[in-house]
């Protein structure tokens, strides 16, 4: 399992090839936020807080994300184990009508609700055309809680439930739905 060894920030002034203008002005020089993550084994990774450099347009600015990372998330991350970056369940669930079920896979990729290294929590809502003229709307939401034994072998539980709305036209013409799926997995080394 991944575990963060260190987040290192560095600040850079980038020039720009080009000024960027809007109608407050010119922009010649961006302040961007490099951040280097090294994992146990020593691999690192680079990426970009990318934000404006004051609170205008949005209420993320450079100075406020530099204090966000370094003081509540990297103390979140270093040293422990990795959070869940992703989640796939197949399921098939059954209509209104017997004769029917709603085959789908789900993926859930970050921004997840809730991702922490113990809890995962997410709730969205899709919507999607089908053949035949039909749409669907689907909401589902996905809990899970990791536990660790006392020899430190962890194992995963949750709940998953979904209900998919098909409609033609503007009518309903059938609701699929699971309502409480618990499910548990205890991963391989």
Same mark, same amino acid.
Not at 58 to 82: F, Q, R, Y
């Given at each position: #399992?991944?575990?963060?060894?260190?987040?290192?920030?560095?600040?850079?002034?980038?020039?720009?090839?080009? /000024?960027?203008?809007?109608? /407050? *002005?010119?922009?010649?020089?961006?302040?961007?936020?490099?951040?280097?993550?090294?994992?146990?084994?020593?691999?690192?990774?680079?990426?970009?807080?990318?934000?404006?450099?004051?609170? *205008?347009?949005?209420?993320?600015?450079?100075?406020?994300?530099?204090?966000?990372?370094?003081?509540?998330?990297?103390? #979140?991350?270093? *040293?422990?184990?990795?959070?869940?970056?992703?989640?796939?369940?197949?399921?098939?669930?059954?209509?209104?009508?017997?004769?029917?079920?709603?085959?789908?896979?789900?993926?859930?990729?970050?921004?997840?609700?809730?991702?922490?290294?113990?809890?995962?929590?997410?709730?969205?809502?899709?919507?999607?055309?089908? !053949?035949?003229?039909?749409? !669907?709307?689907?909401?589902?939401?996905?809990?899970?809680?990791?536990?660790?034994?006392?020899?430190?072998?962890?194992?995963?539980?949750?709940?998953?439930? +979904?209900?998919?709305?098909?409609?033609?036209?503007?009518?309903?013409?059938?609701?699929?739905?699971?309502?409480?799926?618990?499910? !548990?997995?205890?991963? +391989?080394?």
């Amino acid at each position: #399992m991944l575990t963060i060894r260190s987040i290192e920030l560095t600040e850079i002034n980038l020039p720009l090839v080009h /000024f960027f203008e809007t109608s /407050f *002005g010119r922009t010649y020089e961006r302040r961007i936020i490099l951040v280097r993550v090294e994992d146990a084994d020593g691999a690192e990774g680079w990426g970009e807080i990318t934000c404006g450099e004051v609170p *205008g347009y949005s209420d993320e600015w450079t100075d406020s994300a530099w204090v966000t990372t370094e003081k509540i998330l990297a103390p #979140m991350v270093v *040293g422990k184990d990795g959070l869940v970056s992703r989640i796939r369940i197949s399921y098939s669930a059954p209509c209104s009508d017997p004769r029917y079920r709603f085959p789908n896979v789900l993926r859930l990729e970050p921004p997840l609700a809730t991702s922490t290294v113990d809890d995962v929590s997410e709730t969205v809502t899709l919507r999607d055309r089908l !053949s035949g003229g039909g749409r !669907s709307r689907q909401t589902a939401t996905v809990t899970a809680h990791r536990t660790l034994d006392a020899d430190g072998a962890e194992s995963w539980r949750g709940t998953f439930r +979904t209900r998919v709305v098909l409609t033609r036209g503007g009518k309903r013409l059938d609701t699929c739905e699971l309502k409480r799926v618990t499910w !548990s997995v205890t991963p +391989t080394s």
